[in-house]
Structure formats: structure tokens, C-alpha cells
């Protein structure tokens, strides 16, 4: 077993997730390097080909709702339609680069939310995601 492939085992163990063959394969590829990522669906499904791994594109959508479920992974969803997930998930704003259809980490030290508004009667805030749009000059 690789370096990798470890550390992805090692990852589903935490959250209680069974570590199936396809699921180490993408999980070697999220976090086997110890980086975090921003992965869409499409670009986690080109990494997983161009490694040598044989697995549909429903599984790899089933995988990431299956890790952000466990909590291992966030879903940041860009335009309503587009959705990036991050295995950093811990709570930060992000850049979304118009130009190039990236999402990069942005600085949280640098953000301040002084005030949200109250939710409606019966409701609840579960949770405020920032995503700053960039373009180049």
C-alpha cells in the first residue's frame, strides 16, 4: 500500500467510513498528499482516469455526497448549479476565479462579518459560506 493510499485509508477510518477499493483510490487522491483541495466532480473524475482508476462519474458524485456527509468534505456551491467540494472543512471564505472556474481558500484573518440579519420565525442559520468573485485586470 502507498504512502497515499494510507493516508486516504486512514482518513475514511476517522470518519467511520468503510474503506472500499474505489473510495481509497479517491480518497488517495483528496488528501494523500496531506494538501487540502477544491475538486468539482468532473475534475476529481479526470485526476481518478489519468491515475489508472476504472470508476463511473455517478460514483465519483456518490463518494464526495458520501464524504460530505461523514463530514470529511464541504460542498461550496458556485452560480446555483456549479459545485465545488473542499476537504478543508473548517470554517473560511473562498476566491472563485470567474476567469479560470477556480476555487482558491482565501484569507479568513482578513474577513470580518459584523453583523448577519435574523432568520425568519421558525428557522435557523446553519451556516454562512463566502465566495469572493475575482476576475483578472
Not at 10 to 18: D, P
Not at 36 to 50: C, G, I, K, M, Q
Request: hydrophobic share 40%.
Amino acid at each position: 500500500m502507498t504512502q497515499a493510499m494510507t493516508i486516504g485509508t486512514q482518513w475514511l477510518a476517522g470518519a467511520g467510513l468503510r474503506p472500499t477499493r474505489q473510495r481509497v483510490a479517491l480518497a488517495s487522491l483528496l488528501v494523500g498528499d496531506g494538501q487540502d483541495r477544491h475538486v468539482t466532480a468532473e475534475s476529481l473524475f479526470a485526476a481518478a482516469r489519468d491515475d489508472g482508476e476504472s470508476v463511473s462519474l455517478a460514483t465519483i458524485y456518490n463518494t464526495l455526497r458520501a464524504f460530505c456527509d461523514a463530514g470529511l468534505m464541504q460542498e461550496i456551491t458556485v452560480d446555483g448549479a456549479k459545485s465545488y467540494f473542499d476537504t478543508n472543512t473548517h470554517d473560511h471564505p473562498h476566491f472563485f476565479w470567474e476567469d479560470e472556474r477556480r476555487l482558491t481558500d482565501a484569507p479568513a484573518d482578513q474577513l470580518q462579518i459584523a453583523c448577519l440579519p435574523d432568520a425568519p420565525e421558525g428557522a435557523e442559520i446553519a451556516k454562512v459560506d463566502v465566495v469572493i468573485r475575482l476576475r483578472r485586470k
